[in-house]
């Protein structure tokens, strides 16, 4: 099967970063579906997962941790899907990923793909649908049905990938929601998403919300830069507020004051990790997705693919690399076909 390997980590623009390759069709497990990859996008995971190191793969390794496809084969114990469905998911960085024709993925984390959107468009939704809701619903303790009403929530990065379905996902619970964004096209985006407000994040942040009458907010998301905006959104949050997190600090933390003197909530969120460690509740990703395509074909939550490569190889993903890297990038970058 066609696929797009590494064996050394390089940087994006040595030809040997990210290469094509033939591997083997891969044999269902018990639970696994076997998934004909139509559509893939890219995430920050991926471009951090082939950043330099100095180890060499023994074996051709496979990114790609977003897909929509179609259900080729099944393992014995599945119950859920056959073959012919047409699916998304995330699936698990423990295992290949989904920059191959052919992919093995766990039942319990796929869900059938939004019935309104193409297989690119549905590519682009899984792994930050999933961060989202998690950290909103389950990390943090605000329910999908209501729970932001009478609360606002700042979302750090709101025309990323995740700020995108963060703050749809916040207006649909409720929350005024007042995204950060810096160039006209990104604040345009975050508006087209939903924000009810837009602040520069290049600039402090407490004035700018004083601007909007706002002292403090119950809540935020820093989707961009741990350390950078720590001790301002200890400042900026409201008493027993909460601060959700998805990307590793670079270095120490100081979690006491002001943290300690508001009880505010700290709450990290990796989706991998119920795969990852093959928690018992591993199969509430399969019924997110499935959540999440109701409310995309329903009209209530949009797709966030903002362009699309073609073919899937490894010349469009060193350029789709390239993209994410240079933090520009609005929304979802997908690649579809073969």
Same mark, same amino acid.
């Given at each position: 099967?066609? !696929? ?19 591997? #083997?069709? #891969?044999?269902?497990? #018990? ?58 998911? &995330? ?23 939004? &019935? !309104? ?16 809701? %998690? ?7 605000? &329910? ?37 964004? !810096? ?36 809540? &935020? ?10 001790? %301002? ?50 199969? %509430? ?30 010349? !469009? ?7 994410? %890297? ?13």
């Amino acid at each position: 099967m066609k !696929s797009v390997v590494l064996t050394r980590y390089l940087p994006i623009d040595d030809p040997g970063s990210l290469l094509d390759a033939d591997l #083997p069709v #891969p044999i269902p497990g #018990p639970r696994d579906l076997r998934v004909r990859v139509e559509a893939v996008s890219v995430n920050p995971v991926d471009a951090k997962v082939r950043a330099p190191k100095p180890q060499v793969e023994p074996q051709p390794r496979v990114l790609g941790y977003d897909a929509a496809g179609t259900v080729d084969a099944i393992g014995a114990e599945v119950t859920g899907f056959g073959p012919g469905d047409a699916v998304y998911y &995330a699936g698990d960085v423990t295992r290949p990923g989904s920059n191959a024709e052919f992919q093995l993925v766990d039942e319990r984390l796929v869900a059938k793909k939004p &019935a !309104s959107l193409d297989f690119a468009q549905a590519a682009a939704l899984p792994l930050t649908a999933i961060t989202a809701w %998690e950290l909103l619903f389950q990390r943090m303790p605000y &329910a999908f049905e209501g729970g932001g009403a009478g609360r606002t929530l700042l979302v750090i990065a709101g025309a990323g990938g995740v700020g995108s379905i963060a703050i749809q996902l916040a207006k649909l619970a409720g929350f005024r929601v007042v995204a950060t964004a !810096s160039r006209t096209e990104s604040i345009d985006w975050c508006r087209r998403m939903g924000a009810d407000a837009v602040v520069d994040h290049r600039q402090p942040l407490a004035p700018q919300l004083q601007a909007l009458g706002l002292a403090q907010v119950e809540a &935020a998301l820093n989707l961009a830069d741990t350390d950078r905006y720590w001790q %301002e959104l200890g400042e900026l949050l409201a008493p027993q507020g909460h601060v959700g997190l998805i990307v590793e600090p670079a270095g120490a933390l100081r979690i006491g004051d002001p943290y300690k003197a508001k009880c505010i909530g700290i709450h990290w969120e990796f989706m991998f990790a119920r795969p990852r460690f093959r928690t018992a509740d591993m199969d %509430e990703q399969g019924r997110i997705l499935a959540r999440v395509a109701e409310l995309v074909d329903a009209g209530r939550l949009h797709g966030t693919q903002t362009r699309n490569l073609s073919p899937i190889n490894a010349a !469009s993903l060193r350029e789709a690399h390239r993209q994410l %890297e240079s933090g520009t990038t609005i929304g979802k970058l997908t690649l579809s076909g073969w």
